[in-house]
């Protein structure tokens, strides 16, 4: 059995021809606040994307609350370092009764809610608000169970693949297609935050895309839009951002979230990246460049000229419109006399020399 490489939702079409299936997501950038959380799916409704998601977990379904040094954040980290797993995650959760609400504001606003759960009880808490797909985070693909668990609701999944080997995301491809998924995505993705475009590592998108014949798109948390456009013209059929009001207003992911503007700017240009390369290749005027074939120079008489006058360079120029003979016939008709008054501005043809 093969994965469908076209997966029909509510209101969009994932896959290959259809316009890039931009994903919103919240993550923590609510900070804490309901109200600033249901500004930011407005704000991605309004940037035009397709999809709002946020994260389903707690601190205590996520890790454990300890002070062991596996259990804090490397000190370097640009931005969490030094910080413990579960003060991080505490912060950065999405409250489960907030759900309800954001989704609603979601599908009001007209885009498809969903989330990334990370333990059992957030997938049945997700299947009763009927989401219509799952996602799940890059440091998730080595949990198979949950994986599969995911797999068995029936829904699309969308599988990050961030810092994982190819015999990795085998083992997570094959563990949901046994489970029972036939509609997946896979996002290349790095798992930095934020992540450099030196390590967007964009050629992943054609190999998984040849490994695994799934639709294939990118994660992206580099800073702005441009990884995200470069990925679009390589066939991304998926692009994911987090999204904040204002990354002055802080935040755990504020510093590699796109402002509103920038989502708004990556809607128009992720699909102008993809129209663009679905053009092709070709040679000659498109339909509509025929217009513009009436603005190629061509030989006009610049100057009024009498009959037997001869033609010179300074009373025959090649000029913009066209209409007269080829700027290259110039020199074989330099020394000809016209064979009748012209006046300037008239083209230059064969029957007035």
Not at 221 to 236: D, E, F, M, N
């Amino acid at each position: 059995m093969t994965f469908d490489q076209q997966i029909s939702l509510s209101s969009s079409t994932i896959g290959a021809g259809n316009p890039v299936f931009i994903i919103g997501e919240m993550s923590g950038n609510h900070n804490g606040d309901l109200d600033r959380a249901l500004s930011i799916v407005d704000a991605v409704a309004d940037s035009g994307a397709q999809a709002l998601k946020i994260q389903t977990y707690t601190a205590d379904t996520l890790t454990i609350k300890s002070d062991l040094p596996a259990f804090r954040v490397a000190g370097d980290h640009d931005l969490w370092g030094g910080r413990t797993l579960y003060d991080l995650y505490e912060e950065a959760h999405t409250p489960w009764e907030w759900h309800a609400p954001i989704f609603e504001r979601a599908r009001e606003r007209g885009l498809i809610p969903f989330s990334t759960p990370f333990d059992p009880t957030a997938i049945e808490y997700l299947e009763n608000l009927d989401v219509e797909l799952y996602k799940t985070a890059s440091a998730e693909i080595v949990d198979l169970p949950l994986l599969r668990e995911i797999a068995r609701t029936g829904k699309p999944m969308i599988v990050s693949t961030g810092m994982a080997t190819l015999s990795e995301i085998e083992a997570a491809v094959t563990a949901v297609k046994d489970a029972g998924c036939r509609e997946l995505v896979l996002l290349a993705c790095t798992a930095a935050y934020p992540a450099e475009p030196a390590e967007a590592r964009l050629g992943n998108i054609e190999i998984l895309r040849k490994a695994f014949d799934v639709p294939v798109g990118l994660s992206d948390h580099t800073l702005g839009i441009g990884v995200g456009v470069a990925a679009a013209a390589l066939g991304a059929v998926v692009i994911e951002k987090h999204v904040t009001l204002d990354r002055a207003d802080g935040g755990v992911d504020s510093e590699f979230s796109l402002t509103p503007a920038e989502a708004a700017q990556l809607r128009v240009a992720t699909e102008q990246a993809r129209v663009a390369v679905a053009s092709g290749a070709g040679f000659g005027p498109t339909p509509e460049e025929r217009t513009v074939l009436a603005l190629r120079r061509s030989l006009y008489v610049v100057e009024d000229v009498s009959a037997g006058d001869l033609v010179t360079a300074q009373n025959v120029r090649s000029i913009r419109p066209a209409g007269g003979l080829p700027a290259d016939a110039l020199a074989s008709l330099v020394g000809r006399p016209f064979t009748s008054d012209v006046k300037r501005g008239t083209a230059l043809t064969w029957d007035i020399i």
